[in-house]
């Protein structure tokens, strides 16, 4: 079924991965894209990104997390169109927006009334700590780089509200609902204009600490010819110093990880102000060992006077 939105114009409906798919994506940017863009992506730098759309480097096969939601994606749907009768639910394709053809959408499916589209439908797996990530079922309270992802695609589509549908890490389902910012809108188009040229001018960003930033620089330069290169002092200088601050903060984790362990005794988790510090987990018959949370929260150490006053 061909399916036209208020902004949105329907490319085709292939298969994640196809040519096809690859083809439409080769020149404009998702929703993904534009978590990456904006650093938002726990995946993809905007280091990474840049030389994707320059086609210096290409994708890996799928990933472990991404064939899960492949196979999950359709009992997600339909679950929540068992929840919600009033409602069709159809698949999604490929958008491109009718006047900004650089904006692509690849929603998990639509919402319609009475045959129209009313909003959009994304579907989500997460095998995270659901506390640590996710808000209260019925909020909007999601993912920064899910968020960045349903308002770019909301723009695209020109539909006002998002419902999500997630699988969580307790095999829990749980539906949110986030709507259309025309500000945040804004900014996304923006610094999609700003990557788009500095494509055009072949100007990539900056470097960055992300993994995958490292991962392309590596594929970028795959050969080893047997030379040598020459550091200036100030590149021999900074990286020294970053592996010897590194190994100072690795001693100094392990210190308070063992201080950690010994507070938290037979107790699997330690909590901070709601906030999961950290996880005690085992493996076998292995002694437990002490795992950090995700998103830990930024908590500086208290001043002398801070620490009198308390």
Same mark, same amino acid.
């Given at each position: 079924?061909?399916? @036209?939105?208020?902004?949105?114009?329907?490319?085709?409906?292939?298969?994640?991965?196809?040519?096809?798919?690859?083809?439409?994506?080769?020149?404009?940017?998702?929703?993904?894209?534009?978590?990456?863009?904006?650093?938002?992506? &726990?995946?993809?730098?905007?280091?990474?990104?840049? *030389?994707?759309?320059?086609?210096?480097?290409?994708?890996?096969?799928?990933?472990?997390?991404?064939?899960?939601? *492949?196979?999950?994606?359709?009992?997600?749907?339909?679950?929540?169109?068992?929840?919600? &009768?009033?409602? @069709?639910?159809?698949?999604?394709?490929?958008?491109?927006?009718?006047?900004?053809?650089?904006?692509?959408?690849?929603?998990?499916?639509?919402?319609?009334?009475?045959?129209? &589209?009313?909003?959009?439908?994304?579907?989500?797996?997460?095998?995270?700590?659901?506390?640590?990530?996710?808000?209260?079922?019925?909020?909007?309270?999601?993912?920064?780089?899910?968020?960045?992802?349903?308002?770019?695609?909301?723009?695209?589509?020109?539909?006002?509200?998002?419902?999500?549908?997630?699988?969580?890490?307790?095999?829990?389902?749980?539906?949110?609902?986030?709507?259309?910012?025309?500000?945040?809108?804004?900014?996304?188009?923006?610094?999609?204009?700003?990557?788009?040229?500095?494509?055009?001018?072949?100007?990539?960003?900056?470097?960055?600490?992300?993994?995958?930033?490292?991962?392309?620089?590596?594929?970028? *330069?795959?050969?080893?010819?047997?030379?040598?290169?020459?550091?200036?002092?100030?590149?021999?200088?900074?990286?020294?110093?970053?592996?010897?601050?590194?190994?100072?903060?690795?001693?100094?984790?392990? *210190?308070?990880?063992?201080?950690?362990?010994?507070?938290?005794?037979?107790?699997?988790?330690?909590?901070?102000?709601?906030?999961?510090?950290?996880?005690?987990?085992?493996?076998?018959?292995?002694?437990?060992?002490?795992?950090?949370?995700?998103?830990?929260?930024?908590?500086?150490?208290?001043?002398?006077?801070?620490?009198?006053?308390?």
């Amino acid at each position: 079924m061909t399916i @036209e939105t208020p902004t949105g114009r329907l490319l085709g409906t292939w298969p994640d991965g196809s040519p096809e798919w690859h083809a439409a994506r080769a020149s404009r940017l998702g929703g993904s894209d534009m978590a990456a863009v904006l650093g938002r992506s &726990p995946w993809v730098s905007p280091y990474r990104l840049w *030389h994707l759309k320059a086609g210096n480097v290409v994708d890996g096969p799928a990933s472990d997390a991404q064939a899960r939601g *492949h196979y999950l994606e359709d009992g997600i749907r339909r679950w929540w169109a068992d929840r919600h &009768p009033e409602f @069709e639910v159809a698949t999604g394709g490929t958008y491109a927006h009718r006047e900004r053809d650089y904006q692509l959408a690849n929603p998990d499916g639509l919402v319609l009334k009475d045959g129209r &589209p009313v909003a959009l439908l994304e579907i989500k797996t997460d095998s995270q700590d659901d506390d640590d990530v996710w808000g209260k079922a019925g909020t909007d309270q999601i993912p920064l780089y899910y968020r960045t992802q349903i308002q770019w695609y909301l723009d695209v589509l020109g539909l006002e509200v998002a419902h999500v549908a997630v699988l969580t890490a307790r095999l829990e389902f749980r539906e949110y609902t986030v709507r259309y910012d025309a500000d945040d809108a804004a900014i996304l188009r923006r610094r999609a204009e700003m990557f788009l040229d500095s494509l055009m001018f072949n100007e990539p960003p900056d470097f960055d600490g992300a993994r995958s930033t490292y991962a392309t620089v590596r594929e970028l *330069h795959p050969a080893i010819d047997g030379t040598t290169v020459e550091l200036t002092f100030e590149e021999a200088a900074a990286y020294c110093a970053a592996k010897h601050a590194l190994k100072a903060a690795e001693e100094a984790e392990l *210190h308070q990880r063992s201080i950690l362990a010994d507070r938290m005794g037979a107790a699997k988790k330690a909590a901070f102000a709601g906030h999961t510090i950290a996880t005690r987990q085992a493996r076998g018959e292995s002694a437990p060992f002490v795992v950090a949370g995700r998103k830990l929260p930024d908590i500086q150490p208290r001043t002398e006077e801070e620490d009198a006053a308390a």
